[in-house]
């Protein structure tokens, strides 16, 4: 199966060479391609510098337009699937092969959840994963333990959608609304590390408003998507 890690980045020069190397040199059966969402550090020079597949944005348009950029150019290449894998380094490749096994088996969404076999703690941290989890089982009936979970992977069938249709963002509420349309979604055990080295975009106060964005997806805007 040919798979495409697609992997957006955004001012993360700090991390960029260390993911990338490593993918390119332990991991060399996948291919891997860096979605540069307008950064103003020196991602892209440093893409360029060590010649990493690259597509790059001319302007910052968000994780949501970098992911379908990424999920556009999968399917325009003739991928089998895509996974969507984070440039800071906190998503481990070693579970990929894990991953598509799930897929192969007939599954069209894997998400590499840390609380498959794990207890989700009682954190503020994971305050608004516990909600988000809590309204999916609500509105869909189905429990899906790590909703926000950044890695992905995707079966040609959802990579198409995916890529043509915009508002298939790579989010919790695009999770819930895949649910309903009875697609198959499938959780395994993953381990994620922390982030080495830069400051992640969601700080408590991005971080609340995308909780209140999702719920608000979840419980009225799903219900009038086509």
Not at 3 to 31: G, H, K, S
Not at 155 to 180: F, Q, V
Request: hydrophobic letters at 40%; proline letters at 4%; aromatic letters at 10%.
């Amino acid at each position: 199966m040919k798979v495409l890690l697609v992997v957006p980045a955004y001012n993360e020069e700090d991390n960029i060479v260390r993911v990338c190397t490593q993918l390119r040199e332990n991991y060399p059966q996948y291919d891997f391609v860096v979605v540069n969402d307008g950064s103003s550090d020196s991602t892209l020079e440093l893409c360029h510098t060590h010649n990493f597949p690259i597509i790059s944005l001319p302007v910052n348009l968000g994780l949501a337009g970098a992911f379908q950029t990424g999920m556009k150019y999968a399917f325009r290449k003739g991928y089998d699937c895509a996974v969507q894998f984070d440039a800071d380094g906190q998503h481990l490749p070693q579970y990929i092969d894990i991953m598509l096994k799930e897929l192969e088996d007939g599954n069209d969404v894997i998400i590499g959840s840390r609380f498959v076999e794990k207890k989700k703690p009682l954190t503020l941290r994971m305050l608004g994963s516990h909600i988000i989890a809590f309204t999916i089982k609500l509105t869909t009936g189905q429990c899906i333990k790590d909703p926000t979970s950044g890695m992905r992977m995707f079966n040609k069938k959802i990579l198409k959608e995916c890529a043509e249709k915009i508002n298939y963002g790579p989010e919790p509420d695009t999770i819930a609304y895949l649910l309903k349309q009875k697609k198959r979604i499938k959780e395994v055990q993953v381990q994620m590390d922390e982030r080495i080295a830069g400051e992640s975009y969601l700080n408590f106060t991005r971080s609340l408003l995308y909780m209140l964005r999702m719920m608000v997806s979840l419980v009225f805007i799903q219900n009038f998507r086509d």
